[in-house]
């Protein structure tokens, strides 16, 4: 089952009901960032890449807040940040390891032949959409064809 606007929209309509209000929050906030992507790609629908896309941003922000709440000493903001963060978590795919993103990587030189940087990382994009780590695929990415 993959990651759809419709699965969103009810999720929220379940979070509101159960009054869960970090659910609503971090679920109204992602429709919030669909909606100005569609009128931005002037789209009626988003594919399931799009919504990851979006929901990894999210996470990526708030990581990123938490971060900082976390350096200044922020305890409140800290443990809020952090279940706005496991909230998105459960909306994102299953992350490849980095043996596994290894064994892709591989598979990826061997089927295409692919020398180039970009062409593995375009055809690993192309399988395993958000399923990864940018930082750690291009590393990985750089030794096997290094080596």
């Given at each position: 089952m993959?990651?759809s606007?419709?699965?969103?929209r009810?999720?929220?309509?379940?979070?509101?009901?159960?009054?869960?209000?970090v659910?609503?929050?971090?679920?109204?906030?992602?429709?919030?960032?669909?909606?100005?992507?569609?009128?931005?790609?002037?789209?009626?629908?988003?594919?399931e890449?799009?919504?990851?896309?979006i929901?990894?941003?999210?996470?990526?922000?708030c990581?990123?807040?938490?971060?900082?709440?976390?350096k200044?000493?922020r305890d409140?903001q800290?443990?809020e940040?952090?279940a706005?963060?496991?909230?998105?978590?459960?909306?994102l795919?299953?992350q490849?390891?980095?043996?596994?993103?290894?064994?892709?990587?591989?598979?990826?030189?061997?089927?295409?032949?692919?020398?180039?940087?970009?062409?593995?990382?375009?055809?690993?994009?192309?399988?395993h959409?958000?399923?990864?780590?940018?930082?750690?695929?291009?590393?990985?990415?750089?030794?096997?064809?290094a080596?």
């Amino acid at each position: 089952m993959g990651l759809s606007e419709q699965q969103l929209r009810d999720d929220l309509k379940d979070s509101m009901r159960a009054r869960d209000a970090v659910r609503t929050g971090v679920l109204r906030g992602i429709l919030a960032a669909v909606k100005n992507k569609l009128i931005e790609t002037r789209s009626d629908e988003l594919g399931e890449q799009d919504l990851v896309a979006i929901v990894k941003r999210e996470a990526k922000q708030c990581g990123e807040t938490l971060g900082f709440a976390r350096k200044a000493g922020r305890d409140e903001q800290v443990s809020e940040h952090e279940a706005v963060l496991a909230v998105l978590e459960q909306y994102l795919p299953r992350q490849l390891g980095e043996e596994e993103l290894r064994a892709a990587v591989a598979g990826i030189i061997a089927e295409t032949g692919a020398e180039a940087m970009g062409a593995v990382m375009k055809e690993l994009s192309a399988r395993h959409g958000g399923a990864y780590d940018g930082k750690l695929a291009s590393k990985v990415v750089r030794e096997a064809l290094a080596g």
